[in-house]
Protein backbone atom coordinates (compact mmCIF):
# COMPACT_ATOMS: atom_id res chain seq x y z
CA UNK A 1 0.00 0.00 0.00
CA UNK A 2 1.71 3.25 -1.34
CA UNK A 3 1.23 6.70 0.26
CA UNK A 4 0.60 9.10 -2.10
CA UNK A 5 3.78 10.72 -3.91
CA UNK A 6 4.59 14.18 -2.95
CA UNK A 7 7.44 14.36 -5.53
CA UNK A 8 8.07 12.21 -7.71
CA UNK A 9 10.40 11.75 -10.70
CA UNK A 10 9.82 9.98 -13.97
CA UNK A 11 13.11 8.98 -15.94
CA UNK A 12 14.96 12.16 -14.85
CA UNK A 13 18.53 12.37 -16.44
CA UNK A 14 21.21 14.87 -17.08
CA UNK A 15 24.42 14.43 -19.12
CA UNK A 16 27.42 16.36 -19.13
CA UNK A 17 28.98 16.13 -22.62
CA UNK A 18 28.38 12.53 -22.91
CA UNK A 19 29.04 11.60 -19.24
CA UNK A 20 25.38 10.38 -17.83
CA UNK A 21 25.61 12.25 -13.85
CA UNK A 22 22.15 10.85 -13.35
CA UNK A 23 20.97 8.56 -15.55
CA UNK A 24 16.98 7.71 -15.59
CA UNK A 25 16.28 8.03 -11.73
CA UNK A 26 12.37 7.49 -10.69
CA UNK A 27 11.55 8.49 -7.66
CA UNK A 28 8.33 8.72 -5.09
CA UNK A 29 9.03 10.88 -1.91
CA UNK A 30 5.77 10.02 -0.19
CA UNK A 31 3.85 12.97 1.91
CA UNK A 32 4.90 13.21 5.70
CA UNK A 33 8.17 10.86 5.12
CA UNK A 34 11.77 11.46 5.64
CA UNK A 35 13.48 10.57 2.68
CA UNK A 36 16.90 9.50 2.45
CA UNK A 37 19.26 9.51 -0.64
CA UNK A 38 22.51 8.01 -0.18
CA UNK A 39 25.51 6.57 -2.13
CA UNK A 40 29.19 6.41 -2.50
CA UNK A 41 31.15 9.58 -3.82
CA UNK A 42 30.37 10.23 -7.42
CA UNK A 43 26.94 8.56 -7.41
CA UNK A 44 25.03 11.43 -8.23
CA UNK A 45 23.25 12.77 -5.32
CA UNK A 46 23.96 16.19 -5.33
CA UNK A 47 23.30 16.47 -9.39
CA UNK A 48 19.95 14.86 -8.37
CA UNK A 49 19.52 17.22 -5.61
CA UNK A 50 20.05 19.89 -8.01
CA UNK A 51 17.87 18.84 -10.32
CA UNK A 52 15.24 18.62 -8.23
CA UNK A 53 15.70 21.96 -7.05
CA UNK A 54 16.31 23.65 -10.69
CA UNK A 55 19.58 24.45 -9.90
CA UNK A 56 20.22 22.00 -12.99
CA UNK A 57 18.08 21.51 -15.74
CA UNK A 58 17.64 17.97 -16.83
CA UNK A 59 18.63 16.79 -20.16
CA UNK A 60 15.33 14.77 -20.13
CA UNK A 61 12.46 13.65 -17.44
CA UNK A 62 10.08 15.01 -15.15
CA UNK A 63 9.79 16.11 -11.52
CA UNK A 64 6.21 15.93 -10.48
CA UNK A 65 5.32 18.31 -7.50
CA UNK A 66 2.06 16.87 -6.23
CA UNK A 67 0.86 15.45 -9.08
CA UNK A 68 2.02 18.85 -11.25
CA UNK A 69 4.63 19.02 -13.57
CA UNK A 70 7.20 21.68 -12.06
CA UNK A 71 10.29 20.77 -14.90
CA UNK A 72 10.44 23.80 -16.45
CA UNK A 73 9.94 26.15 -12.98
CA UNK A 74 12.88 28.30 -11.86
CA UNK A 75 14.21 27.90 -8.56
CA UNK A 76 12.64 30.45 -6.68
CA UNK A 77 9.23 29.65 -8.21
CA UNK A 78 10.11 25.90 -6.30
CA UNK A 79 10.80 27.91 -3.37
CA UNK A 80 7.06 29.95 -3.62
CA UNK A 81 5.53 26.46 -4.23
CA UNK A 82 6.89 25.39 -0.82
CA UNK A 83 9.91 23.00 -1.71
CA UNK A 84 12.74 24.65 -0.07
CA UNK A 85 16.36 23.80 0.22
CA UNK A 86 19.67 23.74 2.42
CA UNK A 87 22.96 23.95 0.80
CA UNK A 88 25.82 21.78 1.54
CA UNK A 89 28.11 24.32 2.48
CA UNK A 90 26.02 26.75 5.47
CA UNK A 91 24.28 28.96 3.72
CA UNK A 92 23.62 32.21 6.15
CA UNK A 93 23.48 35.87 5.59
CA UNK A 94 26.64 36.32 6.87
CA UNK A 95 26.43 39.95 7.32
CA UNK A 96 22.96 39.45 8.54
CA UNK A 97 22.34 39.13 12.11
CA UNK A 98 20.79 35.66 12.97
CA UNK A 99 17.07 37.34 13.81
CA UNK A 100 17.58 39.04 10.03
CA UNK A 101 18.37 36.11 8.51
CA UNK A 102 15.16 34.55 9.70
CA UNK A 103 13.07 38.17 8.97
CA UNK A 104 14.27 37.92 5.15
CA UNK A 105 12.50 34.85 5.01
CA UNK A 106 9.21 35.98 7.01
CA UNK A 107 9.51 39.28 5.13
CA UNK A 108 9.24 37.55 0.97
CA UNK A 109 6.26 35.24 2.91
CA UNK A 110 4.52 38.42 3.21
CA UNK A 111 5.17 39.91 0.52
CA UNK A 112 6.34 43.40 1.31
CA UNK A 113 9.65 42.95 0.00
CA UNK A 114 9.33 45.65 -3.14
CA UNK A 115 8.56 48.51 -0.50
CA UNK A 116 11.78 50.94 -1.30
CA UNK A 117 10.63 53.95 0.19
CA UNK A 118 9.65 52.58 3.24
CA UNK A 119 12.00 52.46 6.52
CA UNK A 120 13.29 49.25 7.25
CA UNK A 121 11.93 49.50 10.82
CA UNK A 122 8.42 48.16 9.77
CA UNK A 123 10.53 45.04 9.67
CA UNK A 124 10.98 44.92 13.21
CA UNK A 125 7.23 43.42 13.67
CA UNK A 126 8.62 40.17 11.97
CA UNK A 127 11.11 40.14 15.62
CA UNK A 128 8.37 37.96 17.61
CA UNK A 129 8.11 35.10 14.99
CA UNK A 130 11.93 35.22 14.25
CA UNK A 131 12.77 35.12 17.84
CA UNK A 132 10.20 32.01 18.21
CA UNK A 133 11.91 30.66 15.27
CA UNK A 134 15.39 31.13 16.88
CA UNK A 135 14.67 29.51 20.01
CA UNK A 136 12.89 26.35 18.30
CA UNK A 137 16.88 25.46 17.11
CA UNK A 138 18.11 26.95 20.27
CA UNK A 139 19.75 29.87 18.98
CA UNK A 140 17.23 32.32 20.77
CA UNK A 141 20.46 33.40 23.00
CA UNK A 142 22.58 34.21 19.46
CA UNK A 143 19.47 36.48 17.97
CA UNK A 144 21.62 39.32 17.27
CA UNK A 145 25.44 38.08 16.69
CA UNK A 146 26.16 38.33 12.94
CA UNK A 147 25.43 35.08 11.20
CA UNK A 148 28.83 35.12 9.73
CA UNK A 149 30.29 34.52 13.53
CA UNK A 150 28.34 31.83 14.78
CA UNK A 151 30.14 28.03 14.91
CA UNK A 152 29.29 26.21 12.10
CA UNK A 153 27.06 24.07 14.04
CA UNK A 154 25.00 27.25 15.11
CA UNK A 155 25.07 28.67 11.36
CA UNK A 156 23.19 25.25 10.29
CA UNK A 157 20.37 25.51 12.78
CA UNK A 158 19.93 29.27 11.56
CA UNK A 159 19.56 27.52 8.25
CA UNK A 160 16.92 25.68 9.19
CA UNK A 161 14.89 28.22 11.52
CA UNK A 162 15.32 30.83 8.20
CA UNK A 163 13.76 27.46 6.43
CA UNK A 164 11.37 27.14 8.29
CA UNK A 165 9.64 31.02 8.28
CA UNK A 166 8.84 30.09 4.94
CA UNK A 167 6.85 27.31 6.34
CA UNK A 168 7.43 24.60 3.56
CA UNK A 169 5.82 21.46 3.10
CA UNK A 170 9.17 19.88 1.71
CA UNK A 171 12.36 20.61 2.74
CA UNK A 172 15.42 19.17 0.88
CA UNK A 173 18.60 19.04 3.05
CA UNK A 174 21.67 18.24 0.86
CA UNK A 175 23.86 17.25 3.70
CA UNK A 176 22.68 18.60 6.75
CA UNK A 177 25.35 16.81 8.76
CA UNK A 178 28.31 17.54 7.01
CA UNK A 179 31.55 18.58 8.64
CA UNK A 180 29.62 18.83 12.41
CA UNK A 181 30.94 17.40 15.55
CA UNK A 182 28.98 14.33 17.35
CA UNK A 183 27.44 16.93 19.38
CA UNK A 184 26.34 18.80 16.61
CA UNK A 185 25.30 15.52 15.14
CA UNK A 186 23.29 14.87 18.14
CA UNK A 187 21.25 18.25 17.73
CA UNK A 188 20.72 18.11 14.13
CA UNK A 189 19.24 14.74 14.12
CA UNK A 190 16.76 15.50 16.89
CA UNK A 191 16.15 19.19 14.89
CA UNK A 192 15.07 17.38 11.94
CA UNK A 193 13.41 14.93 13.81
CA UNK A 194 11.81 17.82 15.30
CA UNK A 195 10.76 19.79 12.00
CA UNK A 196 9.79 16.75 10.23
CA UNK A 197 6.05 16.97 11.39
CA UNK A 198 3.51 17.48 8.85
CA UNK A 199 6.06 17.77 6.57
CA UNK A 200 8.13 16.20 3.93
CA UNK A 201 12.15 15.70 3.78
CA UNK A 202 14.49 14.73 1.73
CA UNK A 203 18.03 14.55 2.41
CA UNK A 204 21.06 13.42 0.73
CA UNK A 205 23.39 12.53 3.68
CA UNK A 206 26.27 10.21 3.80
CA UNK A 207 25.94 9.57 8.60
CA UNK A 208 24.62 6.33 7.65
CA UNK A 209 24.05 5.72 11.12
CA UNK A 210 21.81 9.01 11.49
CA UNK A 211 20.52 8.02 8.08
CA UNK A 212 19.27 4.70 9.92
CA UNK A 213 17.79 6.41 12.53
CA UNK A 214 15.95 8.81 10.65
CA UNK A 215 15.19 7.72 7.67
CA UNK A 216 11.87 6.21 7.00
CA UNK A 217 12.22 5.18 3.28
CA UNK A 218 15.71 4.90 1.73
CA UNK A 219 17.55 5.76 -2.09
CA UNK A 220 20.39 4.50 -2.81
CA UNK A 221 22.41 5.91 -6.27
CA UNK A 222 25.36 4.73 -7.49
CA UNK A 223 26.47 5.91 -10.96
CA UNK A 224 23.72 8.03 -11.72
CA UNK A 225 21.27 4.77 -10.91
CA UNK A 226 18.88 4.13 -8.03
CA UNK A 227 20.34 1.05 -6.70
CA UNK A 228 17.73 0.29 -4.33
CA UNK A 229 15.39 1.27 -3.04
CA UNK A 230 13.39 0.32 0.62
CA UNK A 231 13.89 1.19 4.78
CA UNK A 232 17.43 0.43 6.04
CA UNK A 233 16.84 -3.18 6.85
CA UNK A 234 16.19 -3.87 3.08
CA UNK A 235 18.52 -1.37 1.48
CA UNK A 236 21.28 -2.07 4.00
CA UNK A 237 21.39 -6.05 3.43
CA UNK A 238 20.98 -5.49 0.02
CA UNK A 239 24.41 -7.11 -1.75
CA UNK A 240 24.45 -4.54 -4.24
CA UNK A 241 24.48 -1.93 -2.22
CA UNK A 242 27.43 -3.39 -0.04
CA UNK A 243 29.20 -4.44 -3.10
CA UNK A 244 29.17 -0.43 -4.07
CA UNK A 245 29.97 0.63 -1.03
CA UNK A 246 32.88 -1.51 -0.45
CA UNK A 247 33.90 -1.49 -4.36
CA UNK A 248 33.88 2.65 -3.78
CA UNK A 249 36.44 2.34 -0.89
CA UNK A 250 38.81 0.35 -2.47
CA UNK A 251 38.70 2.11 -5.87
CA UNK B 1 33.73 21.39 16.88
CA UNK B 2 35.76 21.94 20.60
CA UNK B 3 35.81 25.79 19.62
CA UNK B 4 31.73 25.24 19.81
CA UNK B 5 30.36 27.62 22.51
CA UNK B 6 33.30 30.37 22.43
CA UNK B 7 30.94 32.86 20.95
CA UNK B 8 29.52 34.24 24.11
CA UNK B 9 26.35 35.96 23.23
CA UNK B 10 26.07 38.69 25.63
CA UNK B 11 29.27 39.87 24.81
CA UNK B 12 27.95 40.24 21.20
CA UNK B 13 24.32 41.51 22.02
CA UNK B 14 23.84 44.92 20.42
CA UNK B 15 26.98 45.42 18.53
CA UNK B 16 27.35 47.70 15.93
CA UNK B 17 25.84 45.48 13.46
CA UNK B 18 23.22 47.84 13.44
CA UNK B 19 22.87 51.16 12.19
CA UNK B 20 22.50 53.56 14.66
CA UNK B 21 20.01 56.18 13.89
CA UNK B 22 21.80 58.79 15.49
CA UNK B 23 25.20 58.32 14.18
CA UNK B 24 23.35 58.86 10.51
CA UNK B 25 21.17 61.91 12.19
CA UNK B 26 24.41 63.81 13.26
CA UNK B 27 26.28 63.07 9.97
CA UNK B 28 23.17 64.24 7.96
CA UNK B 29 22.86 67.37 9.61
CA UNK B 30 26.93 68.35 9.39
CA UNK B 31 26.24 67.84 5.96
CA UNK B 32 23.29 69.83 5.44
CA UNK B 33 25.23 72.77 7.72
CA UNK B 34 28.33 71.96 5.36
CA UNK B 35 26.40 72.63 1.98
CA UNK B 36 24.88 75.35 3.52
CA UNK B 37 28.09 77.42 4.25
CA UNK B 38 29.94 76.04 1.47
CA UNK B 39 29.42 78.34 -1.14
CA UNK B 40 30.41 81.48 1.47
CA UNK B 41 33.87 79.58 0.99
CA UNK B 42 34.07 78.54 -2.12
CA UNK B 43 33.20 78.85 -5.86
CA UNK B 44 29.75 77.78 -5.92
CA UNK B 45 30.43 76.48 -10.03
CA UNK B 46 33.00 74.10 -8.32
CA UNK B 47 30.74 73.08 -5.82
CA UNK B 48 27.72 72.50 -8.18
CA UNK B 49 30.42 70.36 -10.09
CA UNK B 50 31.35 68.23 -6.72
CA UNK B 51 27.00 68.05 -6.19
CA UNK B 52 26.53 66.66 -9.13
CA UNK B 53 29.26 64.15 -9.18
CA UNK B 54 28.71 63.17 -5.64
CA UNK B 55 25.14 62.53 -6.71
CA UNK B 56 26.10 60.83 -9.72
CA UNK B 57 28.67 58.91 -7.81
CA UNK B 58 26.07 57.83 -4.85
CA UNK B 59 23.55 56.17 -7.75
CA UNK B 60 26.76 54.31 -8.89
CA UNK B 61 27.11 53.18 -5.30
CA UNK B 62 23.75 52.10 -4.65
CA UNK B 63 24.24 49.56 -7.73
CA UNK B 64 28.36 48.59 -7.03
CA UNK B 65 27.66 48.93 -3.44
CA UNK B 66 24.51 47.38 -2.39
CA UNK B 67 23.51 45.43 -5.44
CA UNK B 68 26.77 43.96 -6.16
CA UNK B 69 27.04 45.11 -10.07
CA UNK B 70 29.68 46.40 -11.49
CA UNK B 71 28.37 49.00 -14.09
CA UNK B 72 30.96 50.34 -16.72
CA UNK B 73 28.65 51.88 -18.69
CA UNK B 74 26.89 54.71 -16.16
CA UNK B 75 27.93 58.07 -18.64
CA UNK B 76 25.21 56.59 -20.80
CA UNK B 77 22.64 57.58 -18.41
CA UNK B 78 24.54 60.88 -16.90
CA UNK B 79 25.65 62.12 -20.26
CA UNK B 80 22.16 61.12 -22.34
CA UNK B 81 20.48 62.73 -19.34
CA UNK B 82 22.27 66.05 -19.98
CA UNK B 83 22.50 66.27 -23.87
CA UNK B 84 18.17 65.12 -23.29
CA UNK B 85 18.32 68.04 -20.25
CA UNK B 86 20.01 70.83 -22.34
CA UNK B 87 17.58 70.16 -25.80
CA UNK B 88 14.33 70.42 -23.24
CA UNK B 89 15.85 73.79 -21.79
CA UNK B 90 17.35 75.61 -25.45
CA UNK B 91 15.25 73.73 -27.86
CA UNK B 92 11.77 72.97 -26.61
CA UNK B 93 12.63 76.18 -24.58
CA UNK B 94 11.01 74.37 -21.13
CA UNK B 95 11.66 75.48 -17.62
CA UNK B 96 14.27 74.35 -15.56
CA UNK B 97 12.45 71.94 -13.52
CA UNK B 98 10.40 70.25 -16.78
CA UNK B 99 14.09 70.13 -18.15
CA UNK B 100 15.60 68.05 -15.54
CA UNK B 101 12.63 66.11 -15.02
CA UNK B 102 12.98 65.20 -18.78
CA UNK B 103 16.75 63.99 -18.85
CA UNK B 104 15.66 62.02 -15.62
CA UNK B 105 13.24 60.30 -17.42
CA UNK B 106 14.63 59.71 -20.48
CA UNK B 107 18.10 57.81 -18.31
CA UNK B 108 15.41 55.61 -16.59
CA UNK B 109 14.07 54.86 -19.42
CA UNK B 110 17.57 54.01 -21.27
CA UNK B 111 18.14 52.17 -17.76
CA UNK B 112 15.32 50.08 -17.95
CA UNK B 113 16.54 49.16 -21.58
CA UNK B 114 19.93 48.18 -20.89
CA UNK B 115 19.05 46.81 -17.39
CA UNK B 116 16.76 44.12 -19.08
CA UNK B 117 19.21 43.12 -21.58
CA UNK B 118 22.03 43.25 -19.15
CA UNK B 119 20.77 41.90 -15.64
CA UNK B 120 20.90 37.99 -16.69
CA UNK B 121 24.69 38.28 -16.76
CA UNK B 122 27.40 38.60 -13.68
CA UNK B 123 30.86 39.80 -12.86
CA UNK B 124 33.13 40.90 -15.88
CA UNK B 125 29.81 40.19 -18.34
CA UNK B 126 27.90 42.34 -16.67
CA UNK B 127 30.66 45.40 -16.64
CA UNK B 128 31.58 44.63 -20.34
CA UNK B 129 27.78 44.15 -21.56
CA UNK B 130 26.74 47.72 -19.81
CA UNK B 131 30.16 49.37 -21.74
CA UNK B 132 29.36 48.39 -25.35
CA UNK B 133 25.78 49.61 -24.24
CA UNK B 134 27.41 52.86 -22.98
CA UNK B 135 29.48 52.86 -26.15
CA UNK B 136 26.45 52.44 -28.64
CA UNK B 137 25.19 55.59 -26.37
CA UNK B 138 28.55 57.39 -27.33
CA UNK B 139 28.55 56.81 -30.79
CA UNK B 140 24.90 57.75 -31.61
CA UNK B 141 25.94 61.38 -29.60
CA UNK B 142 29.02 61.84 -31.78
CA UNK B 143 27.00 61.03 -35.01
CA UNK B 144 23.39 62.42 -34.49
CA UNK B 145 22.47 66.04 -34.97
CA UNK B 146 20.79 67.19 -32.23
CA UNK B 147 23.73 66.20 -30.08
CA UNK B 148 25.52 68.94 -31.66
CA UNK B 149 28.26 66.30 -32.25
CA UNK B 150 31.64 67.73 -31.19
CA UNK B 151 30.25 71.02 -29.75
CA UNK B 152 27.78 69.81 -28.06
CA UNK B 153 25.07 71.71 -26.71
CA UNK B 154 26.35 74.98 -25.86
CA UNK B 155 25.14 78.22 -24.15
CA UNK B 156 21.88 76.34 -22.81
CA UNK B 157 19.81 79.05 -20.76
CA UNK B 158 19.59 77.78 -17.03
CA UNK B 159 16.10 79.29 -17.34
CA UNK B 160 13.21 80.70 -14.41
CA UNK B 161 12.72 77.85 -12.05
CA UNK B 162 8.66 77.52 -11.41
CA UNK B 163 8.11 80.32 -13.78
CA UNK B 164 9.65 82.45 -10.23
CA UNK B 165 13.27 82.46 -9.86
CA UNK B 166 15.77 83.04 -12.06
CA UNK B 167 18.66 81.25 -12.08
CA UNK B 168 21.48 83.16 -13.45
CA UNK B 169 23.01 83.55 -9.98
CA UNK B 170 25.64 80.84 -9.43
CA UNK B 171 24.69 81.25 -5.83
CA UNK B 172 21.04 80.76 -6.07
CA UNK B 173 21.44 78.01 -8.75
CA UNK B 174 23.96 76.60 -6.34
CA UNK B 175 20.90 76.08 -3.64
CA UNK B 176 18.62 74.86 -5.87
CA UNK B 177 21.33 72.05 -6.72
CA UNK B 178 22.07 71.28 -3.31
CA UNK B 179 18.29 70.26 -3.10
CA UNK B 180 18.34 67.81 -5.97
CA UNK B 181 21.75 66.25 -3.94
CA UNK B 182 20.33 66.28 -0.60
CA UNK B 183 16.46 64.67 -2.45
CA UNK B 184 18.36 62.11 -4.27
CA UNK B 185 20.65 61.24 -1.76
CA UNK B 186 18.15 60.71 0.86
CA UNK B 187 16.15 58.80 -1.72
CA UNK B 188 19.20 56.67 -2.14
CA UNK B 189 20.15 56.35 1.83
CA UNK B 190 16.10 55.59 2.12
CA UNK B 191 16.28 52.40 -0.46
CA UNK B 192 18.95 50.96 1.39
CA UNK B 193 17.18 51.08 4.69
CA UNK B 194 14.32 50.20 3.43
CA UNK B 195 12.78 46.60 3.07
CA UNK B 196 13.79 46.32 -0.27
CA UNK B 197 17.41 47.18 0.62
CA UNK B 198 17.31 44.76 3.24
CA UNK B 199 16.46 41.81 0.12
CA UNK B 200 18.81 43.21 -1.92
CA UNK B 201 21.96 43.06 0.69
CA UNK B 202 20.89 39.55 1.20
CA UNK B 203 20.98 38.92 -2.50
CA UNK B 204 24.32 40.64 -2.52
CA UNK B 205 25.42 38.52 0.52
CA UNK B 206 24.12 35.13 -0.78
CA UNK B 207 22.34 34.88 -4.37
CA UNK B 208 21.56 31.33 -4.25
CA UNK B 209 20.00 31.50 -1.02
CA UNK B 210 18.12 34.35 -1.79
CA UNK B 211 16.80 32.57 -4.73
CA UNK B 212 16.15 29.38 -2.37
CA UNK B 213 13.97 31.33 -0.03
CA UNK B 214 11.92 32.29 -3.30
CA UNK B 215 13.02 35.78 -3.93
CA UNK B 216 13.39 36.49 -7.79
CA UNK B 217 16.49 38.09 -7.84
CA UNK B 218 16.58 39.17 -11.12
CA UNK B 219 13.70 41.95 -10.52
CA UNK B 220 15.17 43.01 -7.65
CA UNK B 221 18.50 43.73 -8.99
CA UNK B 222 16.99 45.27 -12.32
CA UNK B 223 14.65 47.30 -10.09
CA UNK B 224 17.82 48.53 -8.11
CA UNK B 225 19.65 48.91 -11.67
CA UNK B 226 16.69 51.58 -13.34
CA UNK B 227 16.81 53.41 -9.95
CA UNK B 228 20.70 53.47 -10.04
CA UNK B 229 20.57 55.11 -14.05
CA UNK B 230 17.55 57.67 -13.31
CA UNK B 231 19.00 59.11 -10.33
CA UNK B 232 22.44 59.03 -12.31
CA UNK B 233 20.27 61.32 -15.08
CA UNK B 234 19.29 63.45 -12.64
CA UNK B 235 22.91 64.39 -11.59
CA UNK B 236 23.40 65.15 -15.06
CA UNK B 237 20.60 66.41 -16.27
CA UNK B 238 21.78 68.82 -13.26
CA UNK B 239 24.98 69.20 -14.70
CA UNK B 240 23.78 70.46 -18.33
CA UNK B 241 21.98 73.32 -16.81
CA UNK B 242 24.55 74.82 -14.38
CA UNK B 243 27.78 74.70 -17.04
CA UNK B 244 25.43 75.68 -19.61
CA UNK B 245 26.71 72.98 -21.60
CA UNK B 246 26.02 69.33 -22.88
CA UNK B 247 29.11 67.66 -24.09
CA UNK B 248 30.55 64.58 -25.48
CA UNK B 249 32.62 64.29 -22.03
CA UNK B 250 29.96 63.39 -19.92
CA UNK B 251 28.65 60.05 -22.52
CA UNK B 252 32.48 58.79 -22.69
CA UNK B 253 33.60 55.36 -20.93
CA UNK B 254 35.86 57.61 -19.08
CA UNK B 255 33.48 59.10 -17.28
CA UNK B 256 32.17 55.64 -16.43
CA UNK B 257 35.28 54.70 -15.56
CA UNK B 258 35.97 58.33 -13.66
CA UNK B 259 32.60 57.75 -11.07
CA UNK B 260 34.05 54.31 -10.05
CA UNK B 261 36.79 55.63 -9.21
CA UNK B 262 35.26 57.92 -6.76
CA UNK B 263 32.94 55.30 -5.66
CA UNK B 264 36.14 53.15 -4.64
CA UNK B 265 37.98 56.13 -3.05
CA UNK B 266 35.20 57.15 -1.17
CA UNK B 267 34.14 53.97 0.10
CA UNK B 268 32.17 51.63 -1.73
CA UNK B 269 28.73 50.17 0.20
CA UNK B 270 29.21 53.26 2.49
CA UNK B 271 26.57 55.84 2.46
CA UNK B 272 28.75 58.82 2.48
CA UNK B 273 31.70 57.12 0.69
CA UNK B 274 31.08 57.93 -2.97
CA UNK B 275 30.33 62.06 -2.11
CA UNK B 276 33.43 62.36 -0.38
CA UNK B 277 35.21 60.32 -3.20
CA UNK B 278 33.82 62.78 -5.69
CA UNK B 279 34.71 65.59 -3.44
CA UNK B 280 39.20 64.28 -3.55
CA UNK B 281 38.55 63.56 -7.59
CA UNK B 282 36.63 66.68 -8.71
CA UNK B 283 39.20 68.45 -6.52
CA UNK B 284 42.04 66.96 -7.93
CA UNK B 285 41.05 67.90 -11.48
CA UNK B 286 40.30 71.45 -10.21
CA UNK B 287 43.16 72.12 -8.19
CA UNK B 288 45.41 70.39 -10.21
CA UNK B 289 44.30 71.76 -13.23
CA UNK B 290 47.96 73.61 -13.66
CA UNK B 291 49.60 70.17 -13.88
CA UNK B 292 48.16 69.96 -17.31
CA UNK B 293 48.46 66.39 -19.02
CA UNK B 294 49.59 65.16 -15.54
CA UNK B 295 46.98 65.07 -13.61
CA UNK B 296 45.65 61.59 -14.83
CA UNK B 297 48.70 60.42 -13.76
CA UNK B 298 48.21 61.81 -10.59
CA UNK B 299 44.89 60.31 -10.07
CA UNK B 300 46.00 56.81 -11.13
CA UNK B 301 48.85 57.18 -8.50
CA UNK B 302 46.21 58.02 -5.89
CA UNK B 303 44.08 55.64 -7.09
CA UNK B 304 47.10 52.35 -6.84
CA UNK B 305 47.60 54.40 -3.21
CA UNK B 306 44.03 53.59 -2.39
CA UNK B 307 43.61 49.93 -3.87
CA UNK B 308 46.72 49.26 -1.63
CA UNK B 309 46.94 51.00 1.35
CA UNK B 310 42.86 51.45 2.37
CA UNK B 311 41.00 49.31 -0.37
CA UNK B 312 37.68 49.59 1.60
CA UNK B 313 37.64 53.75 0.70
CA UNK B 314 38.21 56.47 2.80
CA UNK B 315 34.92 56.16 4.48
CA UNK B 316 35.06 52.05 4.57
CA UNK B 317 38.19 52.80 6.49
CA UNK B 318 36.76 55.58 9.04
CA UNK B 319 33.73 52.99 9.20
CA UNK B 320 36.16 50.01 10.40
CA UNK B 321 37.92 52.58 12.76
CA UNK B 322 34.82 53.86 14.32
CA UNK B 323 32.89 50.01 14.03
CA UNK B 324 29.82 52.11 12.53
CA UNK B 325 28.35 51.92 9.66
CA UNK B 326 28.86 55.37 7.66
Given at each position: MRAEAILATRDLTIEFKGF????GVNLNIEQGTIHALIGPNGAGKTTCFNLLTKFLTPTKGTILYKGRD?????PAEIARLGIVRSFQISAVFAQFTALENVRVALQRRR???????????????YDREARELLEAVGLADYASVRAGELPYGRKRALEVATTLALDPSMLLLDEPLAGMGHEDVDRMAALIRHVSTNRTILMVEHNLSVVASLSDRITVLARGKVLAEGSYATVSSDERVVEAYMGGMHA | MSAHDVAVPAAVEGDGARPSGRTYGVLLAVLVGVILVAPYFLYPVFLMKVLCFALFASALNLLLGYGGLLSFGHAAFFGFASYISAHAAKVWGLPPELAILSGTAAATVLGAVFGALAIRRQGIYFAMITLALAQLIYFVSLQSEFTGGEDGIQSVPRGVLFGVLPLTDDRTLYYVVATIFLAGFLLIFRIIHSPFGQVLRAIRDNEPRAISLGYRTVQYKLATFVISAGIAGLAGATKALVFQLASLTDVHWSMSGEVVLMTLVG??????GPAVGAIVVVSMQNYLATLGAWVPIVQGIVFVVCVLL????IIGVLSRWTKRPL
Open positions: KAVDITALKGDSFDFWRSERVLTR | GMGTIFFREG
